[in-house]
């Protein structure tokens, strides 16, 4: 059974998603948002490394190949990795809307098993915006674009200022970022107000 819960719904004064003008070119790749993030990042070497890509509108495209490192039964793909490739899609969808946004609320179904070397094809696309909240959609199929749905997500991702990392990230992080000008070339890139 899927389907999302009352807490996804989007209220009646929701709106569209607006794609922001200055948004990468759809088959762009978006890159990490962070070095070291466990989805995305280049640095975690037992990290996803997902690819995201931008699509039309709000949209994008993904993809992950299942490592050993991901497995939780043999030779087949941990369900909270999976749930984490799924919020690491739809997370990237902020750099579309140029809105830093976290995770509020995750719900997954698994429909099929992974195994370890299949890649997932990824897409995420955001269906509504009510004032800080963004609800998306995700999905991901085995194989190729359009090959047996394994896995799919809904969520509310909540719109967030660059003071939430920093007042609650650790030090040590923090101030790595706000020494690095790459980071912060990132960063801004979700800003609408830098
Ligand atoms: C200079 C250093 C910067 C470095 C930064 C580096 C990069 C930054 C760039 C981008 C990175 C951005 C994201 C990362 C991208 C991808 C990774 C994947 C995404 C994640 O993995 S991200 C981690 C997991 N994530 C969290 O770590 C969130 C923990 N959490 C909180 O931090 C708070 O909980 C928060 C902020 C969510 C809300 O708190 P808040 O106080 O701001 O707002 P509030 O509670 O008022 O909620 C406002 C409205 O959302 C509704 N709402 C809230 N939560 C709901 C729920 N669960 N269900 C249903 N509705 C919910 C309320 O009901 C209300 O609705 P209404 O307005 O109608 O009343």
């Known amino acids: 059974m899927s ?3 009352a807490a996804l719904q989007p209220p009646a004064d929701a709106v569209k998603p607006v794609r922001h003008p200055d ?17 995305c990042g280049p640095g975690q070497p037992h990290g996803l490394h997902l690819e995201a890509r931008a699509g039309e509108g ?3 495209t993904a993809e992950f190949t299942v490592q050993p490192a991901h497995q939780g039964a043999p030779g087949l793909a941990h369900g909270g990795v999976l749930a984490t490739a799924l919020d690491e899609t739809l997370g990237s ?13 995750l719900e997954t179904d698994f429909l099929r098993p992974v195994p370890v070397g299949t890649t ?16 998306c959609t995700a999905t991901g199929r085995l194989g190729g674009p359009g090959g ?9 991702f909540v719109e967030v200022k660059v003071d939430h990392f920093v007042d609650h990230g650790r030090q040590e992080e923090i101030q790595a970022v ?8 990132r960063t801004r890139a979700f800003e609408v107000n830098p």
């Open 148 to 156: 047996p749905l394994a896995v799919r997500a809904d969520a509310l």
């Open 120 to 135: 997932l094809y990824l897409e995420a696309e955001v269906t509504a915006v009510a004032g800080r909240k963004i609800y």
């Open 23 to 39: 948004a990468p070119a759809p088959g762009e790749l978006l890159g990490a948002h962070y070095e070291h993030c466990f989805g």
């Open 93 to 105: 969808l902020n750099w579309l809307l140029r809105t830093i946004a976290v995770t509020g609320r």
């Open 178 to 185: 706000m020494n690095d000008p790459d980071q912060i070339r």
């Open 3 to 5: 389907g999302s819960s």
């Open 58 to 60: 709000v949209s994008l």
